[in-house]
């Protein structure tokens, strides 16, 4: 043996195996080390791109304004602390070809919420609020139901509601609505008109059958609806009023004044009586030009099929009972007996 070899073999042999050891175990395990730091890299990449940002908004409502594009309510959403990163909310929606869905409305975020449920939120119409209840009772006028859907709805006014419900008084039907929180004055509207349609579709060779127009059903049905509290008497109520018509009188309605001075009360005055309004049944003869509020389907179906009698006259007393007669002379006893 060569005795500088074997010396240096003694100074430099455990150095290098220490060397090569470490070597050793690095190239055994490189592809785990890799995919170690990849993953490594990915999770704080996930963080900082996905994760919801550590002053999200938790218990706050966010509103994504009408016709916003996703670039646009991602930025609402970026401005409110929802999302970090509101470019990769854009690239999200893109590349899932959902960036020109985005549903507007408020939202309300109760928990914080990684970048990926606010994309489905958002294309889905999540708004995180439960639906709003709301019941519309029957004869309930456009300024009444106004009145209601203000109050349910903050982002929807008064005013907002009458000029888009106003033409459709008589046809907007009463009845209990569960509401998206996001709704708006469209939306409301056309579920009380669809209603409206899918309730007369049943009555429609009924209404045919009549000989009268739509129009003047429902407004016929808007008067009694006030006029009268239950069913048999909404039927005597219309068979009366339709006399009436056909004998050319003026139906004398009190029911209309309360939509003429939009008043919840319609006990008219002698003044009141002589006021100048196409709705005026005492002064125009015929049925008004349209319904006086949103009538159920009880009066609708008396509209439809009154009861048939001699009666041309009625009243109400303290008690609620109604009173008939035939002539005006008898109506006249009817008020000296049973009003005060």
Same mark, same amino acid.
């Given at each position: 043996?060569?005795?500088?070899?074997?010396?240096?073999?003694?100074?430099?042999?455990?150095?290098?195996?220490?060397?090569?050891?470490?070597?050793?175990?690095?190239?055994?395990?490189?592809?785990?080390?890799?995919?170690?730091?990849?993953?490594?890299?990915?999770?704080?990449?996930?963080?900082?791109?996905?994760?919801?940002?550590?002053?999200?908004p938790t218990g706050s409502i966010v509103t994504i304004a009408k016709g916003s594009s996703a670039p646009a309510a991602a930025q609402t959403l970026?401005?409110?602390?929802?999302?970090?990163?509101?470019?990769?909310?854009? !690239? /999200?929606?893109?590349?899932? #070809?959902? *960036?020109?869905?985005? %549903?507007?409305? $408020?939202?309300?975020?109760?928990? @914080?919420?990684?970048?990926?449920?606010?994309?489905?939120?958002?294309?889905?119409?999540?708004?995180?609020?439960?639906?709003?209840?709301?019941?519309?009772?029957?004869?309930?006028?456009?300024?009444?139901?106004?009145?209601?859907?203000?109050?349910?709805?903050?982002?929807?006014?008064?005013?907002?509601?009458?000029?888009?419900?106003?033409?459709?008084?008589?046809?907007?039907?009463?009845?209990?609505?569960?509401?998206?929180?996001?709704?708006?004055?469209?939306?409301?509207?056309?579920?009380?008109?669809?209603?409206?349609?899918?309730?007369?579709?049943?009555?429609?060779?009924?209404?045919?059958?009549?000989?009268?127009?739509?129009?003047?059903?429902?407004?016929?049905?808007? !008067? /009694?609806?006030?006029?009268? #509290?239950? *069913?048999?008497?909404? %039927?005597?109520? $219309?068979?009366?009023?339709?006399? @009436?018509?056909?004998?050319?009188?003026?139906?004398?309605?009190?029911?209309?004044?309360?939509?003429?001075?939009?008043?919840?009360?319609?006990?008219?005055?002698?003044?009141?009586?002589?006021?100048?309004s196409p709705y005026n049944t005492y002064t125009h003869k015929g049925l008004p030009p349209g319904a006086i509020n949103n009538p159920g389907l009880?009066?609708?179906?008396?509209?439809?099929?009154?009861?048939?009698?001699?009666?041309?006259?009625?009243?109400?007393?303290?008690?609620?009972?109604?009173?008939?007669?035939?002539?005006?002379?008898?109506?006249?006893?009817?008020?000296?007996?049973?009003?005060?």
């Open positions: 043996m060569d005795p500088v070899r074997d010396k240096n073999l003694e100074s430099s042999g455990p150095p290098s195996a220490g060397v090569s050891n470490g070597m050793d175990f690095f190239n055994r395990h490189r592809v785990w080390a890799i995919s170690f730091a990849f993953a490594m890299l990915c999770v704080g990449g996930y963080q900082a791109l996905f994760s919801a940002p550590r002053d999200f970026a401005a409110a602390h929802v999302i970090a990163h509101p470019l990769v909310l854009e !690239l /999200v929606l893109r590349f899932t #070809r959902q *960036s020109g869905n985005v %549903h507007a409305g $408020a939202y309300l975020f109760e928990s @914080r919420q990684n970048l990926f449920s606010v994309a489905e939120r958002l294309v889905t119409g999540a708004y995180g609020f439960p639906p709003v209840r709301l019941t519309f009772v029957e004869g309930v006028t456009v300024r009444e139901a106004a009145a209601q859907i203000a109050e349910a709805f903050p982002a929807i006014s008064a005013e907002a509601f009458l000029k888009e419900a106003r033409p459709y008084e008589g046809y907007l039907f009463p009845d209990t609505y569960f509401f998206s929180m996001s709704a708006d004055v469209t939306s409301v509207v056309k579920a009380m008109r669809d209603n409206f349609n899918a309730k007369l579709a049943p009555l429609s060779a009924d209404i045919s059958a009549s000989g009268h127009s739509l129009t003047d059903i429902v407004t016929m049905a808007s !008067l /009694v609806e006030k006029e009268a #509290r239950t *069913s048999a008497v909404r %039927h005597v109520v $219309a068979g009366i009023l339709f006399n @009436r018509l056909r004998l050319g009188m003026p139906l004398q309605v009190d029911a209309v004044f309360g939509y003429i001075f939009n008043r919840d009360t319609f006990s008219p005055s002698y003044a009141d009586l002589k006021v100048d009880d009066a609708l179906d008396a509209a439809l099929h009154p009861t048939k009698t001699e009666y041309l006259y009625y009243l109400t007393d303290k008690e609620g009972v109604m009173h008939y007669a035939t002539t005006y002379a008898g109506h006249q006893a009817n008020q000296r007996k049973y009003l005060p």
